[in-house]
């Protein structure tokens, strides 16, 4: 049987089979960008279901950065001052829990911005009188890090660390012991540093503050607070429908006892913050079916003014208006300020 007869007969073939040979090339193609195509969506959103919720939350810490774009932290001082110097910790793990440490190394670099207590940023051409009174008056702000040190004055009004840092995991719980040193700025100045730590993992979010220095508060002044640190805006739209999860911290001073309730058919409390919530102890009987969690916050003795809790969806999916903005979520949330019962101890 001769090749010409054989390619004679492969070209009828296909001349009366066009259609079927059509057919199936296509199906085989739609199969194949159907799959790409669901395997494309299916991977987004593992994304960005795990992005928010990642256990890297929560062990990324400091103990002035904290999550969020718009926070503030004082370094307070009883006394007045040509200079004030203090640590800042960069840490890989949560404090609350020691043996809660990052899988992993964590590389981060230092950014640090001169800014208003407002949060603006300084600048050369609208601030030139108060950045007159920084040069007459030898104003400047350092952060640093052994040699690494960024330094702020009337004409360098922001920078980075020259270098990345590694929190290294076979250290275990360790930190970076950053040095910030306020020089000539008095206490209660306008002359305040913005402070960002952001890893090169982008799947670790940054924490960041700005810091000033403070006058001391009375020595029986006790204050504390409770509020979501996530980013809560994006151009002036509120964004918590974009998260899975949120971040719940509580901050302040002082021995007090701190009920933290929450409705838990809208939130549950990861269970790497605490896993045993109690039935609830606040004082609201609308919130009797909520579940709290209680801390005897004795930060004079402990060094502790700060506890943070992550918070998941209760109802999956959702679409509705349960978690449109955080003015919503504030609605399932509570924190009670009461003196520590005698005979309770710390947390």
């Known amino acids: 049987m001769s090749k010409k007869w054989k390619k004679e007969r492969f070209v009828d073939f296909v001349k009366r089979q066009w259609i ?23 991977n987004n959103k593992i994304k960005r279901v795990v992005a928010p919720s990642s256990a890297s939350d929560g062990l990324f810490t400091s103990n002035y950065l904290k999550l969020g774009d718009s926070n503030k932290k004082p370094y307070y001082s009883s006394n007045e001052s040509s200079e004030y110097s203090f640590d800042l910790l960069i840490r890989n793990f949560n404090p609350s829990d020691p043996s809660s440490i990052y899988p992993g190394d964590i590389t981060y670099t230092i ?3 001169l800014v208003h207590f407002s949060g603006a940023l300084y600048n050369l ?46 250290s275990g719980a360790t930190a970076d012991e950053w040095t910030v040193t306020f020089t000539n700025t008095g206490r209660d100045s306008d002359y305040c540093v913005k402070i960002t730590a952001t890893p090169t993992n982008s799947m670790i979010p940054s924490i960041s503050s700005l810091i000033y220095v403070a006058t001391t508060p009375e020595p029986h002044s006790q204050d504390w607070s409770g509020d979501f640190s996530d980013k809560t805006k994006e151009s002036g739209v509120d964004i918590a429908d974009h998260y899975d999860a949120f971040n719940y911290t509580i901050s302040g001073s002082g021995d007090k006892q701190l009920i933290f309730s929450y409705d838990p058919a809208k939130l549950i409390i990861s269970p790497m913050f605490c896993a045993s919530p109690s039935n609830y102890q606040g004082s609201n009987p609308a919130h009797s079916s909520w579940k709290s969690v209680v801390i005897n916050a004795t930060p004079s003795t402990t060094n502790i003014n700060r506890y943070d809790f992550q918070l998941y969806k209760a109802i999956s999916g959702a679409s509705g208006t349960e978690y449109s903005s955080f003015d919503t979520l504030r609605g399932y949330v509570e924190l009670e300020v009461r003196a520590i019962p005698a005979g309770n101890g710390t947390e």
Not at 29 to 41: C, D, E, F, Q, R
Not at 128 to 138: F, G, H, Q
Not at 141 to 153: A, K, M, Q
């Open 111 to 113: 950014t640090a911005e």
């Open 20 to 42: 079927l040979i059509w057919l199936a090339a296509v199906s085989t193609a739609l199969v194949a960008v159907i799959g790409y195509a669901a395997y494309k969506s299916e």
């Open 125 to 170: 051409s609208t601030d030139s009188s108060a950045l007159a009174k920084m040069e007459n008056d030898s104003i400047s702000i350092d952060v640093g890090l052994g040699t690494d040190v960024i330094s702020l004055d009337h004409d360098t009004l922001s920078g980075s660390s020259s270098q990345p840092h590694t929190l290294a995991k076979i």
